[in-house]
C-alpha cells in the first residue's frame, strides 16, 4: 500500500512512518524542512517539500494514494504559541481534510482525549461531548479541529479518527513530561505537579493504534488510544527510581494555581519557558482521562503497562545521555 501521511519528522508521526515502511508499505510525506527527514528518507519515505497552508503540496502528497494519515499538530503551552496552534491545529486540519476529500482517499486523522480538556477525575469514552471550559489553548484548537474533522467524515470522507492519550516514550522532546525525564536522568532539580493525572500511552502503541485504524476502523468512529491512568507524581518518581536520581519536589494544584497566575501577565511581556507557561500549569492540574475499551474491542488495539513503557524510556533516555 502507498500511504501519505504529515507529521512524520514529529515524535509521533515519526514512529507511524518508521512501522509503515518497516511493513514494507510505501510512504510519502510532507515536509516543511526535508533536513528534518534525513533518517526517514534513507530508509525508503518519499518527501514532498511544503506545509499545511500550501494547498498544492497537500494536492501532490495524495496523489495516487491508497491512505492518508494527518497526523501533523502543534503541542506547546504558552500565550506566545495560541496564534500557530489555531494555525496548525484548526486551519491546518481544514486544508489537510479538504485534500483528502478531492483526492476521496481513506484517512486517519490524529485528534486527542484533550479535546474534553480537564474531565475533573471521571472517565470519558468516545461518546462524551465537551463544550467548555477549556485548561489551555491547545485542548481548545483540538477540540476545534476534531468537530471538523467529524464535519467531513459525516460529508462523506471516509474518515477514522484517533485520540491518543498523553504521548510518551523515547526520543520525546516535546512535552512537558519528555523534558522533565531529562532533567531527572541529569540530576537537576525538577518541581511536578502532584495532583494532576493522564491516560498515557506509549509511542509504538499510540502509532500501531493509527495503523489498526487504517485497517479495520469504521468509517465515521472515533477511538480512544488511551492506556493507564496515572499521576504526574507517580510516573516521575517511576523515572527518579529507574535513574537512581533525586526525586521530583511536588506541588499541589494550590499552589500551582498561584504560579499559573502570577505567570500569565509576565508571558504577555517576555517569553517564558513552557513548563513554566500558564498553560502548562493548568494541564498539570488537570486530569485527562480516557476510556480505550472501544479501541481494544473493535481494533483489537493493546496498551502495554506504564511502568514497563517508562522504564524503557528511562533506559533509552539514559543511553542516549
Known amino acids: 500500500m502507498?500511504?501519505?501521511?504529515?507529521?512524520?519528522?514529529?515524535?509521533?508521526?515519526?514512529?507511524?512512518a518508521r512501522q509503515l515502511l518497516s511493513s514494507g508499505h510505501d510512504v510519502v510525506a510532507l515536509v516543511r524542512d526535508p533536513a528534518k527527514a534525513t533518517a526517514l528518507h534513507d530508509e525508503g519515505m518519499e518527501l514532498v517539500v511544503g506545509d499545511l497552508d500550501d494547498l498544492a503540496a497537500l494536492d501532490r502528497l495524495l496523489e495516487g494514494s491508497d491512505g492518508f494519515f494527518h497526523v501533523a499538530g502543534w503541542f506547546k503551552h504558552?500565550?506566545?504559541?495560541?496564534?500557530?496552534l489555531r494555525r496548525v491545529n484548526v486551519t491546518g486540519t481544514r486544508n489537510a481534510l479538504e485534500a483528502a476529500s478531492r483526492a476521496g482517499v481513506r484517512t486517519v486523522y490524529t485528534s486527542?482525549?484533550?479535546?474534553?480538556?480537564?474531565?475533573?477525575?471521571?472517565?470519558?469514552?468516545?461518546?462524551?461531548?465537551?463544550?467548555?471550559?477549556w485548561?489551555?489553548?491547545?485542548?481548545?484548537?483540538?477540540?476545534?479541529?476534531?468537530?471538523?474533522a467529524q464535519g467531513y467524515a459525516a460529508r462523506g470522507l471516509p474518515l477514522?479518527?484517533?485520540?491518543?492519550?498523553?504521548?510518551?516514550?523515547?526520543g520525546d522532546t516535546g512535552s512537558t513530561l519528555g523534558q522533565l525525564t531529562r532533567q531527572i536522568i541529569r540530576g537537576r532539580p525538577v518541581l511536578g505537579p502532584r495532583d494532576g493525572a493522564i491516560s498515557w500511552v506509549h509511542v509504538a502503541d499510540a502509532a500501531r493504534g493509527h495503523v489498526l485504524a487504517m485497517e479495520k476502523g469504521v468509517v465515521g468512529e472515533s477511538y480512544m488510544l488511551a492506556g493507564e491512568?496515572?499521576?504526574?507524581?507517580?510516573?516521575?518518581?517511576?523515572?527518579?527510581?529507574?535513574?537512581?536520581?533525586?526525586?521530583?519536589?511536588?506541588l499541589p494544584n494550590r499552589l500551582i494555581g498561584v504560579f499559573a497566575a502570577m505567570t500569565a501577565p509576565v508571558e504577555r511581556l517576555v517569553p517564558v519557558p513552557q513548563p513554566l507557561t500558564a498553560d502548562a500549569a493548568h494541564a498539570g492540574?488537570?486530569?485527562?482521562f480516557g476510556d480505550g475499551t472501544k479501541a481494544e474491542k473493535e481494533l483489537g488495539w493493546t496498551s502495554r503497562p506504564l511502568r514497563e513503557g517508562m522504564l524503557?524510556?528511562?533506559?533509552?533516555?539514559?543511553?542516549?545521555a
Open 78 to 84: 504558552g500565550r506566545r504559541e495560541h496564534e500557530t
Open 312 to 320: 524503557d524510556t528511562v533506559r533509552a533516555e539514559m543511553a542516549a
Open 229 to 250: 491512568r496515572a499521576a504526574y507524581g507517580e510516573v516521575l518518581g517511576l523515572v527518579a527510581t529507574e535513574a537512581r536520581k533525586r526525586g521530583p519536589i511536588l
Open 112 to 133: 486527542s482525549t484533550a479535546i474534553n480538556s480537564d474531565t475533573g477525575g471521571q472517565v470519558h469514552d468516545e461518546t462524551y461531548v465537551h463544550s467548555g471550559p
Open 2 to 16: 502507498r500511504y501519505a501521511m504529515t507529521g512524520a519528522t514529529g515524535f509521533l508521526g515519526g514512529e507511524l
Open 160 to 170: 477514522v479518527i484517533v485520540m491518543p492519550g498523553a504521548i510518551y516514550g523515547p
Open 135 to 148: 485548561a489551555n489553548e491547545y485542548d481548545r484548537t483540538k477540540a476545534e479541529a476534531h468537530r471538523i
Open 285 to 288: 492540574m488537570a486530569t485527562y
